[in-house]
């Protein structure tokens, strides 16, 4: 299997033993395995990043990530909170470094290790908001801020005092009210339509759901469309009217151009063209009777 970026940069995953199957025996051999692999000085990395960026040598983009894969495990360690496997955070955070390599810059003067951390925790973020709820919770910037921030100011369980939510919002520069809303999304679960909230209940949830058309309000709403449309339609000549019934107004086997064509003695686009005037007239004689 080969990963790859949204560019060149192609690397197997026999040199970054990124997928895991088994026991967490198989991740603790993998962590001791990146952490006694060599460490680059600053003159060899910046040498390969040269190598990589003028020639496209993947070799050299292969020995920088090795030297790196122990950033990764570091930084997905701190994500284990969020009830995910080792494996698939440092499988995404690799993600992340192998982008981050693509793109890095030797002129900058920098380490890549700094460069990179930002794009190995993107990749662990967007993978954790992708997979933590059926329904996402984080979408706008502030969101995801707080996602990742929240629980770490929390002292306990208890729901955060007005204080608290207030120190926050002026902390991570965000709204109080977004704080509220995001405590309130972290403290609630998913549940299937299917669940039965205790051993009384006969129905499920799904079926405690009310539907649209059945509300009073849609159907008084249905009845005097309803009734205003009958009133526009008996306002056409007859010829009209049978042919937007004929078309349009029977539950099945409507009426084609053709077969009222034939009917009526005319072309098909005689019928199309008295069809048109109807509809026209009927929009102006609804958007009246609605003023």
Same mark, same amino acid.
């Given at each position: 299997?080969?990963?790859?970026?949204?560019?060149?940069?192609?690397?197997?995953?026999?040199?970054?033993?990124?997928?895991?199957?088994?026991?967490?025996?198989?991740? =603790?051999?993998?962590?001791?395995?990146?952490?006694?692999?060599?460490?680059?000085?600053? =003159?060899?990395?910046?040498?390969?990043?040269?190598?990589?960026?003028?020639?496209?040598?993947?070799?050299?983009?292969?020995?920088?990530?090795?030297? /790196?894969?122990?950033?990764?495990?570091?930084?997905?360690?701190?994500?284990?909170?969020?009830?995910?496997?080792?494996?698939?955070?440092?499988?995404?955070?690799?993600?992340?470094?192998?982008?981050?390599?693509?793109?890095?810059?030797?002129?900058?003067?920098?380490?890549?290790?700094?460069?990179?951390?930002?794009?190995?925790?993107?990749?662990? /973020?967007?993978?954790?908001?992708?997979?933590?709820?059926?329904?996402?919770?984080?979408?706008?910037? @502030?969101?995801?801020?707080?996602?990742?921030?929240?629980?770490?100011?929390?002292?306990?369980?208890?729901?955060?005092?007005?204080?608290?939510?207030?120190?926050?919002?002026?902390?991570?520069?965000?709204?109080?009210?977004?704080?509220?809303?995001?405590?309130?999304?972290? @403290?609630?679960?998913?549940?299937?339509?299917?669940?039965?909230?205790?051993?009384?209940?006969?129905?499920?949830?799904?079926?405690?759901?009310?539907?649209?058309?059945?509300?009073?309000?849609?159907?008084?709403?249905?009845?005097?469309?309803?009734?205003?449309?009958?009133?526009?339609?008996?306002?056409?000549?007859?010829?009209?009217?049978?042919?937007?019934?004929?078309?349009?107004?029977?539950?099945?086997?409507?009426?084609?151009? /053709?077969?009222?064509?034939?009917?009526?003695?005319?072309?098909?686009?005689?019928?199309?063209?008295?069809?048109?005037?109807?509809?026209?007239?009927?929009?102006?004689?609804?958007?009246?009777?609605?003023?």
């Amino acid at each position: 299997m080969k990963y790859t970026t949204n560019n060149s940069l192609i690397i197997n995953n026999s040199y970054l033993a990124c997928k895991f199957f088994g026991t967490l025996g198989n991740i =603790d051999k993998y962590i001791k395995t990146v952490n006694n692999l060599p460490i680059l000085s600053y =003159d060899e990395e910046i040498s390969l990043a040269y190598d990589l960026q003028k020639k496209n040598n993947l070799n050299a983009a292969q020995k920088i990530i090795l030297s /790196h894969l122990r950033l990764v495990v570091s930084i997905s360690k701190k994500y284990l909170g969020y009830s995910f496997l080792h494996s698939d955070l440092i499988q995404e955070g690799n993600i992340g470094l192998m982008k981050a390599v693509k793109r890095f810059n030797p002129d900058q003067g920098v380490r890549l290790a700094s460069y990179a951390i930002h794009w190995i925790r993107a990749e662990i /973020h967007e993978y954790i908001l992708k997979n933590c709820r059926l329904v996402k919770i984080a979408t706008t910037k @502030s969101q995801r801020k707080l996602f990742f921030n929240l629980r770490n100011h929390k002292e306990n369980l208890n729901s955060m005092t007005s204080k608290q939510i207030d120190l926050l919002a002026e902390t991570l520069d965000v709204k109080r009210k977004d704080v509220i809303e995001m405590e309130t999304r972290l @403290s609630g679960k998913d549940i299937t339509m299917d669940y039965l909230s205790n051993n009384n209940d006969k129905l499920s949830l799904i079926f405690y759901l009310s539907l649209e058309t059945t509300e009073p309000i849609k159907i008084i709403e249905s009845l005097q469309y309803n009734k205003k449309l009958k009133s526009a339609l008996n306002k056409l000549d007859i010829r009209s009217r049978r042919i937007v019934k004929a078309r349009w107004l029977v539950n099945e086997n409507n009426s084609t151009l /053709h077969e009222l064509a034939k009917e009526f003695s005319v072309s098909a686009e005689r019928i199309r063209q008295i069809e048109t005037v109807a509809f026209k007239k009927m929009k102006n004689l609804l958007k009246n009777s609605i003023l």
